[in-house]
């Protein structure tokens, strides 16, 4: 792989300006399926006068603005505005009920909120207890008082300039224990990262990016986002993942990056091949495990061989199969440039090839630590400064990286993780709970989905469907059990922990029953009979 590219030591450090005020402006950055088109002058201006509406706000840098809005052009224009504006931008996914969102309010402390129009109301309360002053709404269509709000400011703007150093945003991340916590991701961390990853994947202005992934997390906020801004590409900016609609528009496409479920579900659709992709040059996999069956019959069907990578919410990218040279399925590929990926056993050293330890991670991409917690940031670095990220893993004699498991019971559903803890204590606060555990199933369209079993109070009788039904207002939706079952006793070893393996493999019967049930996944059984778990006939 190439160099690192390193920042001039005249070059601004705020990212924006690696985004924006490279190509003429005149140039089309962002089209929607209706047909609007945004240039790089247009994203320029509202960005300015976004920006000028924070600081009319008293945002100052630093200052958090969290956005749960739906996908939009406006909502790049805000993110661009919150660079400009030198404040953390904190998105939030719109699946968040109420009480989590509640709970990002007031660990964050923002002073903006924007949130769709129709959850005004709501946001409105929780911004009321947590001394938020100000709150805006942007609708799917840019509509909202946002936009509106900002049609009278001034569409220039003195972009902020910062340190490296400086918070760029914070994007909360979960762990196997505690409340989720938001990782600080600093100016230095995205700009090193995206140019990066537009060298390793030659990114150029000559490329359109059939952008189909949400843009509340990592994968397509940044690794997507900033690909296609940072080389002056277009953007198909689709506002969800559609698979009938990207099978439609590909043939005007160069580069789609999904998660394994978006390419599970395009070979689902007959005319999907090689037509389809004629002017393709790259698909990109990541934030789930691309099942091995997936890569090869995406090859046989299109010709095309996705390239898969490996990244974290609080280390960027880290790893990626090579754009030129062998991409090997099961495999996250080699660690980028200016990157350091080693597999580390006891005491944090390093160990021999195709021997499996914990991934650690070091170099310009890696966060800045969880806001406001520097003790438990501090345990999550060893004394070198590697990243513990808690994955499993192996790299082979060519410096290959291999996922062998990820951090503790951690389930990935259709790309977004899932910790079964926070599952099991909602469940357990459930009346007539005594107990529960959460598993993840292999499922043919999200890759693995989520599964509880639920012990009852003696004496109290629990109806699953009942259970599915609580949940929902509490757990955003991706996070809910698809199927509940109620057993008397959970599995347990000799030191009394609760055998998840055990229970995968006593419920392995009746969920494969649950999943035939499914149209869609009757469907991907029927078109590719090969996909992802063996469901028996
Ligand atoms: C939706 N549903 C899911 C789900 N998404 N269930 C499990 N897992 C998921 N991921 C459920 C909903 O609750 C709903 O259930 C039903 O499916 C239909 O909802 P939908 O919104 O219409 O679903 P759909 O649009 O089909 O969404 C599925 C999806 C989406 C795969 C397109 O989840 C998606 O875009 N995922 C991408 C996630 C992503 O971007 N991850 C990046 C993380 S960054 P009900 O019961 O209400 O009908 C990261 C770092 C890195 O990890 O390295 O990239």
Known sequence: ?????????????????????????????????????????????????????????????????????????????????????????????????????????GDARPKVVVCPPERREDIAGLCRGHDVPHLFTLGREGDGDLIEKSRGMPASFRTVQVSPQDLAAILYSSGTTGKPKGAMLTHANLLSNAQTLVQAWAFTRADVLLHALPIFHVHGLFVALHCALMSGARMIFLPRFDAAQVCTLLPRATVFMGVPTYYTRLLAIEEFGRAKCRGMRLFTSGSAPLLADTFEQFRRRTGHTILERYGLTETLMNTSNPREGERLAGSVGLPLAGVEVRIAGQNDRPLAADTMGEIQVRGPNVFAGYWHRPEMSAAFFTADGFFRTGDLGRMDGKGYAYIVGRAKDLIISGGYNVYPKEVEDCIDRLEGVQESAVIGMPHPDFGEAVMAVVVPRPGASIDPEAIKLCLRGRLANYKLPKLVVISMELPRNTMGKVQKNRLREVFLPKWTEFVKSFERVAILHRVAPGFGPELPS
Not at 12 to 31: F, G, K, Q, T
Not at 40 to 51: I, N
Not at 67 to 77: G, M
Request: charged share 15%.
């Open 1 to 105: 792989m190439g160099v690192m590219p390193a920042r001039a030591a005249n070059s601004p450090a705020n990212l924006y300006e690696h985004l924006i005020s490279r190509v003429a402006m005149d140039r089309v950055c962002m089209e929607t399926p209706s047909g609007q088109t945004f240039s790089f002058g247009d994203a320029d201006e509202w960005s300015g006068r976004l920006a000028n509406l924070l600081i009319l706000c008293g945002v100052a840098p630093g200052d958090r603005v969290a956005a749960q809005i739906e996908k939009s052009p406006q909502a790049v224009f805000l993110y661009l505005a919150c660079l400009r504006a030198g404040a953390a931008y904190l998105p939030l996914n719109t699946a968040y009920t109420l009480e989590e969102t509640d709970y990002f309010l």
